[in-house]
């Protein structure tokens, strides 16, 4: 990364647009798993994927929270949260897909984590302090919800025949979701020419080694890069995001202006 | 109460002088304040009554999760979303801590899941009410927690080791559960009118089915009486829902709510309130299965397990092979 | 019904160099995940702890102090383990 650059000569617009994807990922992601709770396939997961659930949360009120402040409109991390519509949205196709089965839950996170860690650490030495303090919090939490989703995606690929069938059919179902990750446009490229963010490509050779050595370790085979799909990042999203925001945003949008 | 009306397999109470020598000094070492330990000798019937109120008390925490997990999804801040979501895993937290504790008495966790989903073995009768509105989320952290807690402090004098332990973290933990609900409340009383309708409403559903929690009358019942000499139960039903009603009608007050029993009226004598009484028949109506919700929370019960089988087998199938690669690497480097 | 995941006890270095304290049990596959889970049902993810897992069945406890006739559950399981020790503080702090 670049040597420090003052905050105020980043593009603000540039700014906020990472902040909300990175916000949105950890809010909607958060929002997916803790879709778990009570439901677990048994007591030690449920409370681990709360864990990991209750970090997310934490995450997007400090992204958001300082989203808002970029944004300069006097937005609070909750209105962020509750009073988008899905097109502003800025978060990752794949956070969005459907929690499936067990499997298909823990290979999402295990696909995100790797991603989601490799940018954090990154982060940590943003040229924007406020970034680099943020990563350094939420680096610990993704680093363990790795370690963890990690174990489990190798255990279930190298454990039973139908633990591997389903282990192989999450990550063909949620492959053609990762190549956003690595996408860059140009507010992207102006916050990396600054140092602020890594550059999306940049993440894209540790990604692929983390993967590929855990999926060799869960007997599992890397699908083909074929066709990924984009959009999240942009605000263009599947169905399933209205659905997400319909829960979320109920009691903000039926009764706006109350407190809770 | 999360465990009610457990039964204990005694007809009546017996003295010291009708025990053997045994069983005797067992008798006088609970009433002496002493912890009975998992190794101990104890009665038959002592055990078998700590599973049943144990695992009653276990399935309640994690069929609880249910109803409220219920607005996880749906909190309307954050910082609402992630306080629910910790609560909602305390009580996952509190089922795993009473399940092993009730281990200790020689049953599995999966035996004791069996029970439960089998429609064997009961849960408190209040979380087979549904959480219809946010407001249903405060009333059951202030009601229902607020009614658990009665029961649980004294538990922690307990007179079985592991139940009395796991209760003393319970409640450690527990101890701001209460204090969200009523939160809640008085955040949206202040609020709008509808809000304040909304919490008006979960207090006229909720106020019943949380004074059936600690169960009907049971001072002719002869299990109460039992218990109460074993030291695994501590107050009477109807001495608990008064104490609750005693602390819980001024909280209403200062909330502005109006509580849904025209015979409440302050009983200067006694120093209490007199209150009329819940439903029974509609108390027992739930317990036996007919609860607006027992046919959904045995079933999302069912379901998380069933569906889980393959991951759970996953595993164990992985640390078999580990532990055999393991071996063999030993036995190729000798 | 398959197999169930063995039992562990946890034990716990509290944040200020005490000793391993016993808190608790849970289940897990093996002993790497039962670290993992007591990190999450224990720990509530406070950093700089250190945590023991043993395997219940593989604990060896004195016998207990009444000699009248061990309790024998009826159910004939082969394991009885002597989870949530009761450790007085004073040891904690040796």
């Known amino acids: 990364m670049a040597t420090a650059t003052p905050e105020a000569t980043v593009d603000k617009a540039a700014l906020l647009e990472f902040l909300l994807r990175t916000g949105d990922n950890a809010l909607v992601l958060g929002h997916r798993v803790s879709e778990w709770c009570g439901h677990s396939p048994v007591l030690e997961e449920d409370i681990a994927l709360a864990n990991t659930a209750l970090d997310l949360i934490g995450q997007t009120q400090l992204w958001l929270g300082l989203a808002g402040e970029v944004g300069g409109r006097g937005r609070t991390a909750d209105d962020l949260a509750y009073l988008r519509d899905g097109y502003e949205f800025r978060n990752l196709l794949l956070v969005e897909r459907p929690n499936g089965d067990f499997g298909k839950t823990l290979m999402r996170q295990f696909l995100f984590d790797a991603w989601h860690y490799l940018l954090l650490k990154a982060l940590k030495g943003s040229t ?20 963890r989703s990690r174990d489990l995606i190798i255990r279930l690929g190298d454990g039973t025949a139908e633990s591997h069938r389903r282990m192989q059919e999450a990550l063909a179902d949620l492959w053609p979701y990762t190549g956003e990750m690595f996408v860059g446009d140009a507010s992207d490229a102006a916050l990396a020419e600054a140092g602020v963010v890594p550059s999306p490509e940049s993440l894209k050779a540790g990604w692929d080694e983390i993967v590929a050595d855990a999926l060799a370790e869960a007997t599992l085979k890397r699908p083909a890069d074929g066709y990924m799909h984009k959009g999240g990042r942009r605000g263009v999203h599947t169905e399933h995001l209205g659905y997400i925001l319909s829960e979320l945003q109920f009691l903000q949008r039926a009764y706006p202006g109350a407190t809770w | 109460m999360y465990a009610q009306m457990v039964k204990t397999d005694s007809t009546r109470l017996r003295s010291l002088d009708e025990m053997d020598p045994v069983e005797r000094a067992f008798q006088e070492r609970v009433d002496a304040g002493q912890k009975i330990e998992p190794k101990e000798w104890m009665p038959e019937g002592y055990r078998k009554t700590l599973v049943r109120q144990i695992s009653q008390h276990a399935h309640s925490e994690i069929v609880g999760q249910l109803p409220e997990g219920n607005w996880i999804t749906r909190a309307p801040t954050l910082e609402r979303k992630a306080i629910l979501l910790a609560k909602v895993q305390d009580e996952a937290g509190h089922g795993l801590y009473l399940y092993c504790a009730a281990e200790t008495l020689g049953v599995s966790r999966d035996e004791l899941y069996e029970q439960l989903h089998s429609g064997k073995a009961k849960y408190s009768s209040i979380f087979n009410y ?28 307990c007179s079985y080791g592991p139940y009395s332990r796991a209760m003393i973290r319970i409640c450690k933990e527990e101890s701001f559960h209460q204090r969200q609900g009523y939160d809640i409340l008085m955040k949206m009383v202040k609020g709008t009118p509808a809000q304040k309708a909304m919490v008006q409403d979960a207090l006229n559903r909720w106020w019943w089915p949380s004074l059936m929690m600690f169960g009907p009358s049971d001072d002719a019942s002869v299990h109460s009486a039992q218990s109460m000499a074993w030291k695994i139960k501590q107050n009477s039903n109807d001495e608990l829902r008064q104490k609750f009603v005693d602390q819980t009608v001024p909280q209403a007050k200062y909330l502005g709510l109006t509580v849904p029993d025209p015979d409440l009226t302050w009983n200067e004598e006694k120093g209490g309130y007199d209150f009329g009484q819940p439903d029974w028949e509609e108390f027992f109506n739930v317990i036996a299965g007919n609860g607006p919700c027992n046919a959904e929370r045995l079933e999302a019960r069912r379901k998380a397990w069933n569906d889980g089988a393959w991951f759970r087998d996953g595993l164990t199938a992985h640390a078999e092979k580990m532990a055999e690669r393991r071996a063999a690497a030993k036995i190729a480097a000798e | 019904m398959s197999s169930e995941w063995p039992l562990w006890e946890v034990f716990i270095r509290g944040q200020h160099g005490l000793n391993h304290r016993h808190v608790g049990s849970l289940h897990a596959p093996d002993a790497e995940m039962a670290i993992n889970n007591a990190r999450d049902v224990y720990t509530r993810r406070n950093e700089g702890v250190s945590i023991w897992v043993v395997k219940s069945a593989d604990i060896t406890a004195s016998a207990p102090s009444d000699k009248g006739p061990l309790f024998d559950p009826s159910n004939s399981k082969v394991y009885r383990h002597p989870t949530f020790f009761d450790i007085p503080d004073e040891v904690g702090h040796m």
């Open chain 2, 130 to 157: 549904p959480t219809l509105t946010w407001a249903d989320i405060g009333a059951i952290g202030w009601l229902v927690d607020g009614a658990a807690i009665m029961n649980q402090v004294p538990l922690q004098r």
């Open chain 1, 128 to 147: 924007d302090r406020r970034i680099a303090e943020i990563a350094e919090k939420a680096f610990k939490e993704v680093a363990y919800h790795l370690e």
